[in-house]
């Protein structure tokens, strides 16, 4: 797994954290949260370091998740 700088670290937080305002409330378990972070994760070692880059990773994978945690 890359290092990632301190500031990066910090961006992938406020998108996990915005991506996990739109998964309904009843669905938003820690499960779902670890995908999503996994997901955002692999987008930044791919070299998404984008606040707007990364929210497209992680919403674009969001039903799918939810879904499969269902």
């Known amino acids: 797994m890359p290092a990632f ?3 990066l670290v910090r961006l992938m937080r406020v998108v996990l954290e915005e991506v996990m305002t739109r998964v309904p409330v009843e669905q938003a378990t820690p ?8 997901i ?3 987008a930044a070692a791919q070299g998404v370091t984008s606040y707007d880059g990364l929210i ?8 799918t998740i939810v879904a499969m945690m269902s």
Do not use: D, Y
Request: no cysteine; glycine share 4%.
């Open 5 to 7: 700088n301190p500031e």
């Open 31 to 38: 499960g779902i949260k670890a995908h999503l972070a996994e």
């Open 40 to 42: 955002i994760l692999k």
């Open 56 to 63: 497209a990773a992680a919403t674009s994978q969001l039903q």
